[in-house]
Structures are given as structure tokens and as C-alpha cells.
């Protein structure tokens, strides 16, 4: 029997989903359903989602285009690849290049402030992009990784070899940084392709990097057009068109929690594999052996400012909390100071007599997305809210828990925390290694938490970093680099004539 399309919805019309459940159609759904849409129905949730024919449209001639360059990249040279990178890195440090690009990311973060959007992370400044060039150019001096040799096993008269080997096409959803660009165009070291979509808050910006650096760099250099692709709308539903479509080898997605959960099972249910950079928030935890100075400094440096290994949840055993806990707060309040807008604390309940009066009375200024707020200077927070992620602006806001061992902050780690990093604060190579082997997180430290990056500590710029919430990674780790994104292939050669079975 011949399938008809689905060419519209009605009001409370089920849906089933999850092979036993379902869901309705709300009437805001079926009136803006139209012949040509595409209703996606996540089956993980039963959320419908809904994506206008016009915008799968852009999404897949996005893809499109970065699948037919996939397959002219096996005509490119290493060389090639390698001067890509380099003319990006020299187009986007050249100001005459910079100035319309600063001017688009300008109107981006004035649009996303009008409207109460954060732009802690949309804003391009200097640093941003003399990092875009560092990391550009760290993968223009990277070895090349198509054709690696992993593994040869001999045999009488032949062998074979365990190749690497381009993956494919990359999708790629991302938040408004407009530095990932950079992080994700290292993808095509390797041989890959890579098509993107930006946030809403940063399109304007991303349509200059392509037009003024990326597009030019890739024609100089000789590399097909269509090799680092921009789907060109600011619709959320060309995420989930793109994560649909099936030419797709690896699915990438960065941001919130929630929307990045929602993409990740699009994609899987549509066979293809995810890796998903979602929920961050790092713990700080102090034991008895603990070095005052060590912990100050550690909690200082690790707000700096809000990105997903800010310091989130601190911990202090409360054999040392009353030294401890006052130069926690001391640390705290610096930090705020040298962003200029204050601080915020939350501690968690039964806890509260640990932290001076006078910050349990006082109220404070803090800096949200959508402006200027007075707040208590320290509220309440229950314990199951300890996994929380503190999404701050300007005023570096973090939670303190009591505890009674380091045993038990580990517990509290493992059952409330998204499972991404922590650190130890102690001077008894014992708990380090007690603590190392029954942390779950994939990232572990003893100092402070913002050196999870793949650029900072390992000198590739990331394409994401991955928690273990929903379990352990397969065969890699936790950050997601261009150079980490391939396949193996295995090659016989034969040098004996006979060889049979």
C-alpha cells in the first residue's frame, strides 16, 4: 500500500511514540502545520516537533553541499588542508578582515541584550579572537591524520593494516560562540566536512566569519566550497531537520541541557551516532588535608567567568569548615569584584550556620541577562538541587555544601552532579587517588577546575566536552577534537600468489 505524505494536523489527533505512548496535537501545532512539513516526533519524550518545509529546505542544501565536498576531499592534499587553516588564521588576525566581522557580532550582542538574552559568550572580543587564530593555526601545524597507521598484523605471505580514514559529514549545532567556528573547522584535518548551525543570537556574526574568512580561505587554498557549510537560518527547527538528515556521520551539539538532550535524540533516532556537550558546573571539594592557600587560590581561578568547568559546587568537610569556609567566601567575594557586579551564594539547607549573618541578611546587586537585579546576597538551596548549573552573567554565583567526609561529597557527586568535573583540594596523596578511582566524572583535577579545555590542556582546540550523565563514553574521551573525528579501515596486502583458505 502507497504511503500518502502527511500534509496536515488536527487539534488532539494522537501520535504514538515510544511503541506504547502518546501524545496530541495541540491546536497551535495543527494551525501552523502545513503540506510540505515535516513533523518529527522524538521518541525518547514525545515532544512533536515541528520543522517548515522551507526551513528543511535550508538545513538540507547545507548538507548538500558538505556532502559533495566529503567526496572531493579525497582529492585533497594534506598541503592543502594545512594552508585552509593558515589562511583562516591570517584573514581573521588581519583588522581590514576584523572590522565587518566585529560590526555584525556589535549588532548581534546589542539584538540579544534587547531581548534579555545572555551574551557572556556572544560577545567576539580580542581574546576571543586571538584564541580563533591560536587554535587555527595549532591545526595548521598538527600532523596530518588521514591515513595514520594504527596496527599492522603479519601473517605468512600478507598483512593487514588499521588505517584511519575520514569519518564524513559533521553536523554541528552550537550555541552563539562565535569561536567555534574555529574549533569545529579542525574536523577537516582529518578529511571530514563539516556543516553548521549557529544560534539565533550570533547568525549575524557567523554570516561575516563565512563571507570576509571562511569562504575565502577554503577557495584560496583550493578545498571545495562546501566543506565548512553554514545552514543560513535562525529557526531552532533547522537543528532538528539537520540531525535528521541521514548523510550525517557524527552529530555534534553543544548548549543547554535540555535543547541538547532534544537534538541528541533526533539524531539517534535517526541512526545516527551523537556526541552531545550539554549540562557543565564543576565541584570544588576540601578534605582535612586541605592547603588553605591551595583551596583560596583554586576557588579564585575558577571564576573567572561562566563557561560550562566554572566552578559550581563547592564542598568543604566540616572538620575544616570554619577556616576553610571564610576563605572560600573571601575567594568569592574577590572574584566578583574584579568582574565589577558582586557575587552570589546559595548553601544548601542545614548548612546555613556555617556562613556569617551578615551574608544570610545582606542583599546584592547581580547582573542577569535581562538586567539588573537585587537579590538576597545568600539563599537556601535544597540538596537534590546540588546538580543545578548556575548560568551567571557578570556576578559569579556558586553553591557550598557541608560535609562530613570526603566520602560523602563523592556520594553527592555521583548521585546529584551531571558527572563532568571535580577536583580535589588535599594534600594526602591517599585521598587523591581514593578520590580518582570513585569519582564519576570524566574530567578530574587537584587544583582549579577551569583547565578543562582542549585547547588549554591539550593544545587542540575542542569541538565540545562530554559529561558522563548518561554514562561512560565508548573509546574516547570527554573532549571532542577535530583530530578525534574518523574511522578505521582495514587494508590487505597480499605478497603470496597462493594464499588461499
Not at 549573618?357 to 547582573?367: D, E, F, K, Q, Y
Not at 582549579?448 to 559529561?467: C, H, I, K, Y
Request: hydrophobic letters at 50%.
Amino acid at each position: 500500500m502507497a504511503l500518502e505524505p502527511l500534509d496536515r494536523l488536527t487539534p488532539g489527533m494522537p501520535v504514538l511514540f515510544g511503541g506504547d505512548k502518546v501524545a496530541l496535537v495541540s491546536d497551535a501545532l495543527a494551525g501552523a502545520f502545513k503540506a510540505g512539513d515535516r513533523l518529527i516526533v522524538v521518541q525518547e519524550t514525545g515532544d512533536l516537533l515541528h520543522a517548515p518545509a522551507e526551513v528543511v529546505a535550508i538545513a538540507s542544501a547545507a548538507a548538500d553541499r558538505a556532502a559533495a565536498a566529503f567526496a572531493a576531499m579525497a582529492g585533497v592534499s594534506d598541503d592543502q588542508i594545512s594552508a585552509f587553516f593558515d589562511g583562516f588564521a591570517n584573514l581573521l588576525a588581519d583588522d581590514v578582515v576584523w572590522t565587518p566581522i566585529a560590526a555584525a557580532n556589535a549588532a548581534d550582542v546589542e539584538s540579544a541584550r534587547t531581548r534579555g538574552r545572555s551574551v557572556t559568550r556572544l560577545i567576539a572580543s580580542q581574546k576571543m579572537r586571538a584564541e580563533m587564530v591560536a587554535g587555527l593555526r595549532a591545526w595548521r601545524d598538527a600532523a596530518p591524520s588521514r591515513g595514520r597507521l594504527l596496527e599492522k598484523v603479519g601473517h605468512a605471505g600478507w598483512s593487514v593494516e588499521q588505517v584511519t580514514a575520514p569519518l564524513g559529514v559533521v553536523g554541528f549545532v552550537f550555541e552563539g560562540r562565535p569561536n567555534v567556528f574555529a574549533d569545529a573547522a579542525g574536523v577537516l584535518r582529518g578529511g571530514n566536512t563539516v556543516v553548521f548551525r549557529i544560534g539565533s543570537d550570533a547568525l549575524r556574526t557567523a554570516q561575516a566569519i563565512v563571507r570576509d574568512a571562511l569562504d575565502p580561505a577554503l577557495a584560496a587554498a583550493g578545498l571545495p566550497a562546501g566543506a565548512c557549510a553554514l545552514v543560513e537560518s535562525a529557526e531552532h527547527a533547522a537543528g532538528w531537520a539537520l540531525f535528521s538528515d541521514p548523510r550525517l556521520a557524527l552529530a555534534v551539539a553543544r548548549g543547554s541541557g535540555p535543547a541538547v538532550a532534544q537534538l541528541g535524540a533526533v539524531a539517534r533516532q535517526a541512526g545516527i551516532p551523537v556526541s552531545l556537550h550539554g549540562t557543565g558546573g564543576a565541584w570544588l571539594i576540601a578534605d582535612e588535608a586541605a592547603d588553605a592557600g591551595r583551596f583560596a587560590a583554586a576557588v579564585f581561578n575558577s571564576l573567572d567567568r561562566k563557561a560550562c568547568n566554572t566552578l559550581n559546587v563547592c564542598c568543604i568537610v566540616r572538620q575544616r569548615a570554619a577556616e576553610l569556609v571564610p576563605l572560600f567566601l573571601e575567594s568569592l567575594r574577590k572574584a566578583g569584584e574584579r568582574r565589577g557586579h558582586g557575587c552570589k551564594l546559595h548553601v544548601v539547607e542545614g548548612d546555613e550556620a556555617v556562613v556569617p549573618a551578615s551574608w544570610l541578611s545582606a542583599t546584592t546587586r547581580v547582573r542577569r541577562a535581562d538586567g539588573d537585579r537585587e537579590e538576597p546576597l545568600a539563599e537556601l538551596l535544597p540538596a537534590h538541587a546540588l546538580g543545578r548549573e548556575w548560568e551567571w552573567e557578570e556576578t559569579p554565583e556558586v553553591a557550598l555544601k557541608v560535609v562530613e567526609s570526603l566520602d560523602e561529597a563523592i556520594a553527592l557527586f555521583n548521585r546529584f552532579s551531571p558527572r563532568f568535573s571535580a577536583s580535589l583540594i588535599s594534600e594526602d596523596p591517599a585521598a587523591q587517588q581514593r578520590f580518582y578511582e570513585r569519582i564519576e566524572a570524566g574530567f578530574v583535577g587537584d587544583g582549579m577546575t577551569r583547565w578543562v579545555d582542549g585547547q588549554f590542556a591539550l593544545n587542540r582546540p575542542e569541538l565540545g566536552l562530554s559529561n558522563w550523565e548518561q554514562g561512560r563514553l565508548l573509546a574516547r574521551g570527554g573532549v571532542l577534537s577535530g583530530d578525534s573525528v574518523f574511522t578505521v579501515r582495514l587494508r590487505m596486502r597480499q605478497q603470496d600468489d597462493d594464499l588461499g583458505r
